[in-house]
């Protein structure tokens, strides 16, 4: 079984769903369940039809997490230092054609959140990255083409 890297804040955000689904969802569902099944007929019942789908969604993502959280790898960050780049990183990068700063923190799959400056290691920005240090250019295909950034700063926090 392969092990997933991630940090122990997205570790607990997992477990947090995981509680949810199971501790909330999961009876909430459950009770819609019955309440539809109380109408009568199944056949025709669209509310009893949904709430099985939902079951079966929850389910999967139980499942899921279960999963994920079973082969789980926390790398703690906080003892992480040094300036070559590596998981759990953040990172600021120039783009050289438009001089625009951005930063990202490399995260495990199940984290990544490229809104909030979280990408997923597995990302072709990530792979680029990992390994370089401060000062370093770094090219990048992306969808729009090929992009160069220059490394300006790794810190681990």
Do not use: C, W
């Amino acid at each position: 079984m392969e092990k997933i890297p991630m940090t122990s804040a997205g570790h607990a955000a997992l477990v947090a769903e995981l509680k949810l689904r199971q501790q909330e969802e999961r009876p909430r569902i459950i009770a819609q369940i019955a309440e539809a099944r109380a109408h009568g007929d199944l056949s025709e019942n669209a509310e009893y039809h949904a709430a099985k789908e939902q079951q079966s969604l929850n389910e999967g993502r139980i499942a899921e997490l279960e999963d994920k959280l079973s082969r789980a790898e926390i790398i703690d960050i906080t003892k992480l230092n040094g300036t070559k780049i590596k998981f759990g990183a953040t990172v600021t990068l120039v783009d050289e054609d438009t001089a625009e700063k951005k930063t990202y923190q490399i995260v495990g799959d199940m984290e990544a959140d490229v809104k909030s400056g979280r990408i997923s290691i597995s990302s072709p920005i990530a792979r680029a990255l990992i390994g370089k240090d401060i000062g370093d250019t770094v090219e990048v295909m992306a969808p729009g083409g090929a992009r160069s950034y220059e490394v300006v700063a790794v810190r681990f926090s």
